[in-house]
RNA sequence: GGCAGAUUGCCCGAGCGGCCAAUGGGAGCGGACUGUAAAUCCGUCGACUUAUGUCUCCGAAGGUUCGAAUCCUUCAUCUGCCA
């Protein structure tokens, strides 16, 4: 047998992931968690090369690994250099083929992106993957033959997916999808001992593809589990409109803004983000659920949501970091209390231009990029939602002088309640 | 290849020669309330400018007209039916 008999496996972790509400589907689960408490388990979990940086959907997947192998077993990530050239149907319509540079320059930065987050030592290091490798050289007959001929295509017309997608057409690039992903399962079924994958819940027909094509050609047993879909309390998913996505890539999504995303998270939804997003234990997110909904207004959940997750994501250094920007800004004292020193570094974590002494106010906040035009800008005001140094600005032809900055060199302008920026005259 | 239909601002969707920067809904943004929450209400939502002005815009390029998102031609893409 492959199984690695050094490493010992937690028997809980099986119940760990279901408290935390990380198993929405799965194959046999009985079948599954006699395998996890028996050795280690080899499993996978894909991540296509969608965009140049993982988003906050694929960190959900990360951390799930990350628990699995910290209970003892071996993770096999797999970076999609083949499936990214494909697309994965969606609801939205045929997507935009991507070309082989831009696939591979993103499976490039996705791989160092899932890194952190597996140890690739000890006998159950991790092990990365990529689809491309056993994909592209593979002939249209063969695929034909081995793969294409255990799936039913009546079946797979049935899927959600595809079913939503048969109105307005869906190429067969797309369709065939569910046949490369299957692929890979059986890859690494048969390469490296691979007996489980999980992925999110919208992958669970691309899952159990791969299960049962695993049954089919090989008679072999594999598992999969699908973890849930995180959405608002109002049902619509994170992110979900442009530019707002939460990337994990520090110069998409300043640490800053990664930090206070998690601490602007609404109450209902704070206890499962815990259970999700942290590796707190169990007693403590109990505690700050408890926290949340006896006193809502301390935030106690969010805060620790957000120090967890920014700590796992940029490190301690940036979380402090950011905490200090939100102190600084957010803090109920006057601006030109907060040292000139913290203030700058507040600053230029929440965003910062220069610009010289005289600018209008309305170029300013154009320029800081808080609003996207003048017309923008003068509309702001009008509303009431502009602010310099924390006090509202009326005036959509005011000038900022000297005696408006504080810490030395710097103009804090707001938007909104929790839009910040500041500017260094200079 | 033939015939028919579609293509509107971030998304969905009205408009079918002037009153259209273009109805409505959603998202977004701002305000009020509060807790850097949710819900609710109000406002806003192309750009320049801040004027009762200019520019860009309704798949692309031409054309008809005093005037086009609206009519015509060609092209592109998608959908359906027939080969």
Request: charged share 25%; net charge negative.
């Amino acid at each position: 047998m492959r199984q690695a008999c050094t490493v010992t496996v937690d028997p809980h972790l099986l119940d760990d992931l279901e408290w935390r509400g990380l198993i929405a589907h799965s194959t046999d689960l009985d079948a599954l968690r006699e395998a996890l408490v028996a050795g280690s388990v080899r499993f996978y979990v894909g991540f296509d090369p969608t965009a140049p940086s993982l988003h906050m959907g694929n960190l959900l997947q990360i951390l799930t690994a990350r628990r699995l192998q910290l209970a003892g077993h071996t993770p096999y990530p797999l970076v999609g250099g083949a499936t990214g050239m494909i697309g994965d149907p969606r609801d939205s319509g045929e997507r935009t083929l991507n070309t082989l540079d831009t696939v591979k320059d993103w499976v490039d930065r996705v791989r160092r992106q899932i890194e952190p987050f597996v140890s690739f030592e000890g006998s159950n290091a991790a092990v990365m993957v990529n689809n491309y490798d056993w994909t592209a050289s593979l002939s249209t007959i063969d695929f034909l033959r081995d793969i294409g001929k255990h799936f039913p295509v009546n079946r797979m017309l049935a899927r959600d997916v595809v079913r939503s997608r048969l109105e307005d057409g869906i190429s067969y690039t797309e369709f065939s999808y569910i046949l490369l992903q299957s692929m890979d399962f059986l890859t690494l079924y048969r390469d490296h001992g691979v007996t489980l994958q999980f992925g999110g819940s919208d992958q669970w027909g691309n899952l159990t593809g791969g299960v049962e094509l695993i049954r089919r050609a090989d008679g072999g047993k594999a598992h999969a589990f699908a973890t849930p879909l995180i959405t608002k309390s109002d049902g619509t998913k994170y992110g979900k409109t442009a530019g707002d996505a939460l990337w994990l890539d520090a110069e998409m999504t300043s640490p800053y803004a990664f930090h206070q995303f998690w601490l602007n998270v609404e109450d209902a939804k704070v206890g499962e983000l815990l259970r999700v997003f942290t590796f707190l234990p169990r007693e403590e997110i109990e505690t700050l659920e408890m926290q949340t909904a006896e006193q809502p207004f301390l935030r106690a959940g969010q805060k620790a949501l957000a120090d967890e997750v920014t700590t796992l994501v940029h490190g301690a250094v940036e979380t402090a970091q950011a905490k200090a920007a939100a102190a600084a800004l957010f803090g109920t004292g006057d601006l030109a209390e907060v040292g000139g020193g913290t203030l700058a570094a507040a600053l230029r974590e929440a965003g910062a231009v220069t610009a010289p002494l005289g600018t209008p106010y309305v170029d300013l906040l154009v320029a800081t990029g808080l609003v996207k035009s003048k017309g923008d800008a003068r509309r702001t005001i009008a509303e009431g939602g502009a602010y310099l140094n924390n006090e509202r600005v009326t005036d959509p032809e005011f000038v900022p002088d000297g005696s408006h900055l504080v810490g030395d060199s710097w103009l804090v302008l707001r938007r909104g309640k929790r839009n910040f920026a500041g500017v260094e005259i200079g």
